[in-house]
């Protein structure tokens, strides 16, 4: 299995709030996403990085920030969170954009109240 | 805008019989298409298919990309209770390695 953690695993919090969950990999690749999942709509692109520092916004960014300082660690921050951001959040991992498959951890579950 | 489609949303069926999903893509600077299987928790991957890899097996499962439909199919046989499980079909173009998810193929085997 791919070195992926992803903290914390389940979160209830309350409309407002800011909420931050990690993703740490052990496996050094250069590429990081993170997705969220809905009924229906399959899993959807946040924010990515191509790097340390390198972030670029996907196609559901709105309310979403992200943060790349190590390799091994990418943050997504929800700034003030809402009840439309309840979801499960995917971070995936890649080595070479597009050339070999993402993998994926094991996903946090947020509920926003 | 990037979109994948995938067909049917849902699917049940008996252990032994043999299924086949579908997957409709159109990508920009089309690279790759992905298909992964997820249970209860990450997405695991299943096969990856590019222009110089149009068919891939495994197993019972197997996968093709046309690339001329702009479609692959992922096919099952001699289903298992296993294999039940949500069937995810992404696309991926030549941007860092940026997928498009479909919606998933919940599939159902019943013993």
């Known amino acids: 299995d791919a070195g992926i953690t992803q903290s914390p695993r389940h979160k209830v919090t309350e409309t407002g709030t800011p909420v931050t969950l990690r993703c740490h990999q052990t496996?050094?690749?250069?590429?990081m996403y993170w997705y969220r999942q809905d009924p229906g709509h399959g899993l959807r692109l946040i924010h990515y990085?191509?790097?340390?520092?390198?972030?670029d916004k996907g196609e559901v960014s709105d309310g979403y920030s992200v943060s790349r300082s190590k390799t091994e660690d990418f943050l997504l921050t929800l700034e003030s969170a809402t009840s439309s951001q309840t979801s499960v959040y995917f971070c995936a991992i890649g080595i070479q954009g597009g050339v070999e498959p993402q993998h994926f951890g094991d996903g946090t579950r947020l509920s926003i109240l | 805008e990037d979109k994948v489609v995938q067909s049917p949303l849902s699917l049940v069926v008996h252990e032994g019989d043999t299924v086949t999903l579908n997957c409709s893509y159109e990508v920009t600077n089309f690279r790759s298409l992905l298909w992964y299987k997820q249970e209860k928790k990450a997405p695991t991957f299943l096969f990856m298919l590019t222009s110089s890899g149009i068919e891939k097996k495994s197993g019972r499962l197997s996968s093709i990309l046309d690339k001329k439909e702009l479609s692959s199919i992922l096919n099952i046989t001699a289903t298992q209770t296993g294999d039940s499980a949500i069937y995810l079909c992404a696309a991926g173009g030549t941007s860092y390695g940026k997928l498009t998810f479909g919606q998933g193929t919940i599939l159902t085997v019943h013993p």
């Open positions: 496996e050094n690749h250069r590429y």
């Open positions: 990085s191509y790097g340390v520092k390198d972030t």
